[in-house]
């Protein structure tokens, strides 16, 4: 009987010391002013689950609530509370993600020195990233990805010797990369596409090693890629969009873990062959678009590459045949061979998961393949210039063909007008009837209409979102225009969209192209924060046509 009650007693005296020692926990009050200050600048306030008591290190903030991919905690802190009976909480993670918070990075957040982690990425953040946040020198995950945030990118960054993970993509920065970035030794996520920034990639950047991802398309950066980027330990380089020369490092060739390669418009200087991924047979996507690339296909064994679900090697020089080996490539889905010199015919069969194939502007001949329901673009070939083939071609593509005998000598017309992604016929204030262009266009695929007049062509896959639309519509009331009607629908293309008119008659024509922005809002909001660059080209392809 008397061991039992000083069993009950010892037990009910150590849950009185638990509730003491929980009660006695409190913020750092540095740190507690500090966040207090910051959220008052940026219009946030705590979250009932963290702030009961008015002490932000409580509730969801120091128990086990998880603060990553948990939506409803946001804006979320996580504390450490160091031990003891009286101890103090300091503010490790701090989280204002896609809450629109709107104004400068507040001074105050220099005072949270025990910071880890920051995430205030898809804002509308503006004016510097201030220097003092070199301060934070305990930090390892960092983010300011999509805001409004502008000027240098402080050297100071480069005392955050902690850092694994740094974002600063999707911003309005401008100038060069700091060459302090260069001692970020345990670096091995940054996120800088989109972003501004805009000269060579600095040398020191060579101590890099650790480096897994880096997303740097977008930005302006100049000279040839440097050789030092082989010698990371990259699974994910996204290099698409600035002013590179070639060639290509031969180093890449060192790269046999990635997974992700995307390279894409290089300027000028030489040509670079396609060998240097011969290894690189764990990659999933591989884009080499418009990268002066001079090879054959055959100079690539792709039966490694067995994980290879996307190929684009368009806007080069490839020549030669298409390998079966490459169709029969059990998991690629997309092939993009555009605009490059392969000649030849087609294989005869193509893999099981290969449905959007792309191979516009070529020197290919032949029989159009029956691939059953894949997509196939094959405009701007040689199919079906030899008259007794002629009758494998489907409906409307002979007329898209380099050499169309489509309605030569006996034009049909000398207008056409299009209301792009429209369901219906629309008759515009300048008397024009817009016709419908509904279409689903796939990733590889084209179509031409009436008898025909005209056609279009679209080739590109969305880097994320895939949900099979390529049509998008507004309600917006368009100011500025009598025909609103007009752009309440939009054509979407990841890549390459193209309109072709057919069986028109020589002479003058005048092109206009009218468009209206509504997937961007006019907005302090992240997402007004991206760029629109419209690259037109208007080209004569059918003999002896002028166009002005
Ligand atoms: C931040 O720290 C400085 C220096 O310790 C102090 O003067 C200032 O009051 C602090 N700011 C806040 C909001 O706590
Ligand atoms: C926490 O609650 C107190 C008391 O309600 C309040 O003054 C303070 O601003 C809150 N802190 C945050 C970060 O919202
Ligand atoms: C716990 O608090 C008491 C009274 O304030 C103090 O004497 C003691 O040293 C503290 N113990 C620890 C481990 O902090
Ligand atoms: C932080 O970086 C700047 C510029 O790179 C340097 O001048 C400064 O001494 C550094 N501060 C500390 C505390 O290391
Ligand atoms: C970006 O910054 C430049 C100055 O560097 C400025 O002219 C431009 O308006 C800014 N753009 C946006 C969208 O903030
Ligand atoms: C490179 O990455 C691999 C796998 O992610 C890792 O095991 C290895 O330690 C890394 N090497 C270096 C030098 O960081
Ligand atoms: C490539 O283009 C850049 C920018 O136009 C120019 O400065 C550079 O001289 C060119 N390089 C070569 C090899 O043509
Ligand atoms: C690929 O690896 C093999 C075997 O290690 C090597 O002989 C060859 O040079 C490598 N190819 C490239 C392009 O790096
Ligand atoms: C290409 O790779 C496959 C799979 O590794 C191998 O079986 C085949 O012999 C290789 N072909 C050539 C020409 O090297
Ligand atoms: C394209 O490749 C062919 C064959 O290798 C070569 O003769 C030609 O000069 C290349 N053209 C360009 C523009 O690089
Ligand atoms: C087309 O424009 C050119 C240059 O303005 C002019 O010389 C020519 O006569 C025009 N052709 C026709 C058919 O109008
Ligand atoms: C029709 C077409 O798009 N042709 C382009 C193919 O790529 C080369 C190199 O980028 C361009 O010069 C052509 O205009």
């Given at each position: 009987?008397?061991?039992?009650?000083?069993?009950?007693?010892?037990?009910?005296?150590?849950?009185?010391?638990?509730?003491?020692?929980?009660?006695?926990?409190?913020?750092?009050?540095?740190?507690?002013?500090?966040?207090?200050?910051?959220?008052?600048?940026?219009?946030?306030?705590?979250?009932?689950s963290?702030?009961?008591?008015?002490?932000?290190?409580?509730?969801a903030?120091?128990?086990?609530t998880n603060i990553d991919n948990n939506p409803p905690f946001n804006?979320a802190?996580?504390?450490?509370?160091?031990?003891?009976?009286?101890?103090?909480?300091?503010?490790?993670?701090?989280k204002?993600y896609?809450?629109?918070?709107?104004?400068?990075?507040?001074?105050?957040?220099?005072?949270?020195?025990?910071?880890?982690?920051?995430?205030?990425?898809?804002?509308?953040?503006?004016?510097?990233?201030?220097?003092?946040?070199?301060?934070?020198?305990?930090?390892?995950?960092?983010?300011?990805?999509?805001?409004?945030?502008?000027?240098?990118?402080?050297?100071?960054?480069?005392?955050?010797?902690?850092?694994?993970?740094?974002?600063?993509?999707?911003?309005?920065?401008?100038?060069?990369?700091?060459?302090?970035?260069?001692?970020?030794?345990?670096?091995?996520?940054?996120?800088?596409?989109?972003?501004?920034?805009?000269?060579?990639?600095?040398?020191?950047?060579?101590?890099?090693?650790?480096?897994?991802?880096?997303?740097?398309?977008?930005?302006?950066?100049?000279?040839?890629?440097?050789?030092?980027?082989?010698?990371?330990?990259?699974?994910?380089?996204?290099?698409?969009?600035?002013?590179?020369?070639?060639?290509?490092?031969?180093?890449?060739?060192?790269?046999?873990?990635?997974?992700?390669?995307?390279?894409?418009?290089?300027?000028?200087?030489?040509?670079?062959?396609?060998?240097?991924?011969?290894?690189?047979?764990?990659?999933?996507?591989?884009?080499?678009?418009?990268?002066?690339?001079?090879?054959?296909?055959?100079?690539?064994?792709?039966?490694?590459?067995?994980?290879?679900?996307?190929?684009?090697?368009?806007?080069?020089?490839?020549?030669?045949?298409?390998?079966?080996?490459?169709?029969?490539?059990?998991?690629?889905?997309?092939?993009?061979?555009?605009?490059?010199?392969?000649?030849?015919?087609?294989?005869?069969?193509?893999?099981?998961?290969?449905?959007?194939?792309?191979?516009?502007?070529?020197?290919?001949?032949?029989?159009?393949?029956?691939?059953?329901?894949?997509?196939?673009?094959?405009?701007?070939?040689?199919?079906?210039?030899?008259?007794?083939?002629?009758?494998?071609?489907?409906?409307?593509?002979?007329?898209?063909?380099?050499?169309?005998?489509?309605?030569?000598?006996?034009?049909?017309?000398?207008?056409?007008?299009?209301?792009?992604?429209?369901?219906?016929?629309?008759?515009?204030?300048?008397?024009?009837?817009?016709?419908?262009?509904?279409?689903?266009?796939?990733?590889?695929?084209?179509?031409?209409?009436?008898?025909?007049?005209?056609?279009?062509?679209?080739?590109?896959?969305?880097?994320?979102?895939?949900?099979?639309?390529?049509?998008?519509?507004?309600?917006?009331?368009?100011?500025?225009?009598?025909?609103?009607?007009?752009?309440?629908?939009?054509?979407?293309?990841?890549?390459?969209?193209?309109?072709?008119?057919?069986?028109?008659?020589?002479?003058?024509?005048?092109?206009?192209?009218?468009?209206?922005?509504?997937?961007?809002?006019?907005?302090?909001?992240?997402?007004?924060?991206?760029?629109?660059?419209?690259?037109?080209?208007?080209?004569?392809?059918?003999?002896?046509?002028?166009?002005?």
């Amino acid at each position: 009987m008397g061991r039992r009650r000083q069993a009950l007693h010892g037990a009910a005296l150590s849950l009185l010391l638990l509730a003491a020692a929980a009660h006695a926990q409190q913020t750092d009050p540095g740190d507690a002013a500090a966040l207090n200050a910051v959220f008052a600048k940026l219009g946030q306030k705590a979250l009932s689950s963290w702030n009961i008591s008015g002490d932000p290190c409580t509730g969801a903030a120091t128990d086990n609530t998880n603060i990553d991919n948990n939506p409803p905690f946001n804006p979320a802190i996580k504390c450490e509370c160091s031990g003891g009976n009286a101890s103090v909480c300091r503010v490790t993670r701090l989280k204002i993600y896609a809450l629109d918070a709107v104004g400068p990075i507040p001074e105050e957040l220099r005072n949270l020195t025990a910071l880890t982690n920051l995430d205030l990425s898809q804002n509308y953040l503006t004016g510097p990233l201030p220097s003092f946040i070199g301060e934070l020198t305990r930090m390892q995950y960092m983010s300011f990805g999509i805001n409004a945030l502008s000027g240098p990118l402080p050297k100071e960054l480069g005392n955050l010797t902690d850092l694994v993970s740094l974002s600063v993509s999707s911003n309005n920065f401008s100038g060069s990369l700091p060459s302090e970035l260069g001692n970020l030794a345990k670096l091995e996520q940054l996120y800088i596409d989109s972003a501004g920034f805009s000269g060579p990639l600095p040398s020191s950047l060579s101590k890099l090693t650790k480096m897994k991802t880096l997303w740097a398309s977008d930005n302006d950066f100049t000279g040839q890629i440097p050789d030092y980027i082989g010698s990371w330990n990259l699974t994910d380089l996204r290099f698409q969009g600035n002013s590179f020369q070639g060639p290509l490092p031969a180093t890449l060739s060192n790269l046999v873990q990635l997974t992700n390669l995307r390279i894409g418009d290089i300027l000028n200087g030489s040509s670079s062959s396609l060998a240097f991924i011969s290894n690189m047979t764990s990659l999933n996507s591989l884009v080499l678009r418009n990268c002066r690339i001079s090879d054959t296909l055959l100079s690539v064994n792709f039966s490694k590459f067995t994980s290879l679900n996307l190929l684009d090697l368009s806007f080069n020089n490839i020549t030669g045949q298409v390998p079966q080996t490459l169709l029969n490539l059990n998991s690629l889905g997309f092939l993009f061979l555009g605009n490059n010199s392969l000649s030849g015919s087609l294989p005869s069969s193509v893999g099981p998961m290969l449905k959007n194939l792309d191979f516009s502007y070529n020197q290919l001949t032949g029989n159009v393949p029956s691939w059953g329901n894949s997509q196939l673009n094959l405009v701007a070939n040689n199919f079906g210039a030899d008259i007794s083939s002629n009758s494998g071609l489907p409906t409307g593509l002979d007329c898209l063909q380099r050499n169309t005998p489509c309605f030569f000598g006996s034009p049909k017309s000398s207008s056409f007008a299009v209301d792009c992604g429209s369901d219906r016929p629309i008759s515009g204030s300048d008397n024009s009837l817009y016709q419908p262009d509904a279409a689903t266009l796939g990733a590889a695929s084209y179509y031409v209409t009436g008898e025909p007049t005209w056609g279009a062509s679209n080739v590109g896959r969305f880097m994320d979102a895939s949900n099979g639309s390529s049509i998008i519509y507004s309600s917006h009331q368009f100011l500025n225009t009598l025909d609103t009607e007009l752009f309440r629908n939009a054509r979407m293309s990841p890549s390459s969209l193209r309109y072709y008119g057919i069986g028109l008659e020589n002479g003058n024509y005048t092109v206009t192209l009218q468009f209206a922005e509504f997937a961007f809002p006019d907005a302090q909001s992240w997402k007004s924060r991206g760029r629109r660059v419209f690259d037109i080209y208007a080209q004569v392809s059918v003999r002896s046509r002028t166009l002005t």
